[in-house]
């Protein structure tokens, strides 16, 4: 597709066990963001990748967060050992420069029981 | 601190009406500016980008900035019902990788 993709759109799980969400970006797109957003509340930003490196991690909110992304393209962000509080809509969003136009995925919605 | 700040709103205008958003940001490095829509339970929606000093107009939507006073408008033209969201303004500083998000401003058109 043109768009972000983003999977999965919705997920279930219990707390204290870990998630992985996939974050495929728009073709030719070398900056890749993600985001975290909790109901009703503004955009928290959570990680940078230009390329396959992260120059900035510091918004991920704990060491139980972690990103990577493999080949320039695809991301996965990974949270282990979930608890309540990581519950929130997680967006991933691409650009073709750092100060370009940035476009967003449909997100992936992390309920935790 | 780098901010971009909005007014939270409600913002309700009639049907038909034109309705006004606007941003202010701090950082006078400031090189492009962005809104974005978003629908309840929806992500973010590019609608428009500027990045020079003036007006730009896509179809109901025009953009202003204004770098001197450092704020950026958006105004909507004809409001529909559909309009009604939340619109986010952001801010990029050159240089740099960072989009600095506002809060965003509701948006009620009424019928």
């Known amino acids: 597709g043109a768009g972000v993709s983003q999977s999965p759109s919705n997920k279930v799980t219990e707390k204290g066990k870990d998630v992985e969400l996939r974050c495929d970006p728009i073709s030719g797109h070398t900056a890749l963001y993600w985001y975290r957003q909790s109901l009703g509340q503004g955009l928290e930003f959570l990680i940078y990748f230009q390329g396959n490196s992260a120059p900035d991690k510091s918004g991920l909110p704990s060491d139980r967060f972690s990103a990577e992304r493999t080949g320039g393209s695809v991301s996965t962000l990974t949270i282990q050992r979930t608890q309540q509080e990581d519950s929130a809509v997680y967006l991933c969003?691409?650009?073709?420069?750092?100060?370009?136009?940035?476009?967003f995925g449909e997100g992936s919605r992390l309920t935790v029981l | 601190q780098k901010e971009v700040e909005q007014n939270s709103g409600p913002l309700s205008v009639p049907e038909g009406a034109i309705a006004s958003l606007n941003c202010t940001y701090s950082d006078r490095g400031s090189q492009s500016f962005f809104w974005y829509r978003q629908y309840s339970g929806k992500s973010p929606e590019l609608i428009m980008s500027i990045y020079s000093n003036g007006d730009k107009e896509d179809g109901r939507f025009t953009a202003q900035l204004n770098k001197a006073s450092q704020y950026v408008s958006l105004l909507i033209r004809d409001s529909q019902p559909s309009d009604s969201a939340t619109y986010l303004c952001?801010?990029?500083?050159?240089?740099?990788?960072?989009?600095?998000f506002g809060t965003g401003t509701r948006l009620k058109v009424l019928a």
């Open positions: 969003a691409s650009s073709r420069t750092t100060t370009g136009e940035l476009f």
């Open positions: 952001a801010v990029t500083t050159s240089g740099t990788y960072k989009y600095i």
